[in-house]
């Protein structure tokens, strides 16, 4: 290993880390500008048109956020005072800074999910009764790949499910797809055949994919342009966004397949694993990992103790820590990693 090496920092934190690559930065400097607000920048309806022809959708919106993406998803289907049902350990509802609530005038619920996703009879329970007492269910939210439960892929059949007896209860089903490309690699499904249950979904592409900023909501033509003007009610209305576009769609055409390497390489973080306080108590289906550590303050005492060896993981609730391998990691970073955890004292 040469002392450069040696010397780096690994940031492990999550995947939204990553810098712009070279050819990505080339990506972006030719791109094709206009102003989106009025419409008319190429690179934006290019990268629109894009992504919902790949998803399966008639249209979609390209927003700075994946938590704007959720929540014009939410605003462009429900009306204040409906009922939202969730997975619980939700992004939407954990890490959105209680949009649901404060954006969209919400009644969420949260259905227990220890494996990241839940049934048809869980939703069907939680329904509220159909009378003037009660807010209507209007909306599930479900989320592939789910973040706090690990990276875990929702299964195909139970979100086909979902969505055909969702339709037949006249609810709408949005995803919270923000690493739905891992689990089109993972799985070998297509991302027509991933979003097909759902009615709208939301994808990211500066989680894995490696470019600076930017997710994409596609669904119905009708509920996105509902969504094209709370996103300009909310300020999400950038100019000459084919700049930042361009990068999204470099990272479409070159970033998509390499995540294999991604899912590798925290496999191998998992099953490198050898101490007897550390742990990883969850599938590792994708490349998320997420270490439970024994001891109260350990967590802490670990994230410390990787510092120091300049290594960077993240606090993820009492007694967790989380690792994201990703576009700028390499092997040798996983040893490195590796090494560090296990001599942790």
């Known amino acids: 290993m040469s002392s450069d090496a040696a010397d780096r920092q690994i940031d492990l934190r999550s995947d939204t880390v990553t810098r712009p690559t070279p050819a990505m930065w080339e990506a972006m400097h030719s791109a094709a500008l206009g102003d989106d607000v009025l419409g008319d920048d190429p690179t934006v309806i290019l990268l629109q048109q894009t992504v919902a022809e790949r998803l399966g959708k008639e249209a979609g919106l390209y927003v700075p956020s994946g ?14 005072g409906d009922h939202a049902l969730l997975a619980g350990g939700a992004h939407i509802f954990l890490y959105e800074a209680g949009a649901p609530a404060f954006l969209c005038g919400l009644l969420t619920r949260t259905l227990e999910a220890p494996r990241g996703w839940i049934e048809w009879p869980q939703i069907e ?39 055909a007896r969702a339709r037949e209860h006249g609810l709408r089903v949005h995803l919270d797809g923000a690493r739905l490309w891992h689990t089109h ?19 990211c592409f500066s989680k894995g994919l490696g470019a600076p900023v930017g997710s994409v909501l596609v669904g119905d033509r009708q509920t996105i342009d509902r969504a094209y003007r709370f ?9 000459q966004s084919g700049l930042l576009a361009g990068a999204c769609l470099y990272a479409l055409e070159h970033h998509i397949d390499r995540l294999a390497e991604d899912h590798a ?22 490349n998320i990992v997420v270490f439970d550590v024994e001891g109260p303050g350990r967590d802490e005492a670990l994230l410390d103790h990787l510092a120091a060896h300049g290594v960077l993981g993240i606090g993820f609730g009492p007694g967790r820590v989380r690792m994201i391998p990703h576009l700028d990691t390499s092997t040798e970073d996983i040893h490195r990693t590796l090494a560090a955890l296990n001599s942790f004292r």
Do not use: Y
Not at 67 to 80: C, F, I, P, R, V
Not at 128 to 143: K, S
Not at 185 to 203: E, K, N
């Open 67 to 80: 938590t704007m993406s959720n929540q014009l998803a939410l605003k462009a289907q429900t009306e204040a």
């Open 265 to 286: 390489h925290a496999r191998m973080l998992a099953e490198g694993l050898d101490h007897p306080s550390l742990s990883v108590n969850h599938p590792v289906d994708t």
């Open 231 to 239: 996103r300009k009610m909310w300020g999400g209305g950038m100019r």
């Open 125 to 163: 329970a939680a329904m509220h009764p159909q009378n003037v007492h009660c807010a209507p269910t209007r909306l599930v939210c479900l989320e592939n790949t789910h973040n706090q439960a690990g990276g875990i892929i929702f299964p195909q059949e139970k979100m086909i499910e979902i969505g």
């Open 185 to 203: 690699v993972a799985t070998g499904l297509s991302l027509a055949d991933l979003a097909a249950p759902c009615d709208t979904v939301s994808v």
